[in-house]
């Protein structure tokens, strides 16, 4: 943490003492920003705008040139290991993610196998160049899809309403959902060990569609895999330990068992308040979020007020990292984001006065 000129993320993570509450955003860099767009238009495609060290670096630091932000997250997608796989990853406007190969027979998947990790080099790449041009200001977030999720996408072969097709296999090839699970889980945390060998201070999993899975399943086919990574991964690096957020949309029911991973951070949306969360993890993990994006569309007093909610939801002392329930959408207005950050910087110091 020494080297880093704003460490507050870190210390909140670890719940040391910090004079205001950190705020990053998931999607941070993304369409929301004309000058992102300008950059996707310029490398042609998204995953080539992915492919491209440079460009991927230059929309990362887009939004901190914009906003006072505790935390850079890296430009990639979750779907980067799949595509390593050979399943042809490609974004289709109005469509997201689309593979052009699905993955629903036992041939198929018993073919696959964890990638080389030079097929992935572009993401390490782009994470010297970010350390580089960051020069220790703030730290950065690598990050991954968890094996529920990717197999979610691989399996329908794109992004489809509840999925119906791993839900299929769920109940008629428990045995080779697990498999594929099991393969995901090996590639995963070596993608995000080599992250962090690359140079990420902190590693996240999203695992966004945790949520549509009931207790037992959750706990069988999302959350088993999610404890295997984390056993797995590099905890500390160069003297430096590495925290880990775990983010499961639609898991207010899994507060609790989120938090018994080894995770450090338990990620937050926002349908369950940080008040009722910090209670059931107690001092076990921080807490990350969770304001609701929607409010982002809405003027300066309600983000403001809504700000102020989450805040008070949490209450005093350290072990929050502000940010939102899920990814910030497109069409917010880039002068409300900085309205956001100045808030929680402002707002939150009150809940950090030393006695």
Known sequence: MSQLKNDRLLKAIWREPVDMTPIWV???????????RAVRE????????????ELACEVTLQPLQRYALDASILFSDILTIPDAMGLGLKFIEGEGPVF???MQHEDEINRLAVPDLEQLKYVYDTIQLIRRELAGSVPLIGFCGSPWTLAAYMVEGKSKHGFPQIMKMLQEAPF???????????SVCAHLNAQIEAGVQVVMLFDTWGGMLNTQNYQEF????IKQITAGLIRTYQN???PFILFT???????????????DVVGVDWEISLHEARAKVGEKVALQGNMNPAYLLEGPETIRREVSQVLKSFGQGSGHVFNLGHGITPDVPPDHVRILVDAVHE????YHAQP
């Not at 998931?26 to 992102?36: D, T, V």
């Not at 999302?222 to 895999?225: D, M, Q, R």
């Open 100 to 102: 052009a190969r699905s």
């Open 249 to 263: 949309k639609g898991g207010k029911s899994w507060i609790e068992q989120m938090a018994e991973t080894g995770c």
């Open 222 to 225: 999302s959350l088993y895999y």
């Open 42 to 53: 310029r490398a042609g495609s998204f995953m080539a705008l992915c492919k491209t060290p």
């Open 26 to 36: 998931m999607r941070q860099a993304g369409r929301y920003l004309p000058e992102y």
């Open 176 to 186: 080779l959902l697990h498999h594929l699970l099991d393969l995901l889980a090996q």
């Open 347 to 350: 707002i939150s110091q009150s």
């Open 240 to 242: 430096n330990k590495i």
